[in-house]
């Protein structure tokens, strides 16, 4: 804010924009948060464990 004032010509400090801002009740716009992908609480079936977690097979193709 400070530096588009700055940018249009008038002359103002960050603590002078800082302090109308807060009497006048304005404040930046807070970012969004992302939207969440995962379910864990669903009623789904979970698909059966293949692998039983085994994570390194003896060779290709083995597990």
Known sequence: MTAELNARGHACSANTVARLMREHGIRAKAPRRPDRTTDSRHGLA??????????????????
């Open 46 to 63: 979970v698909a059966d464990d293949l692998l039983a977690r085994d994570f390194d097979p003896p060779g290709p193709n083995a597990a």
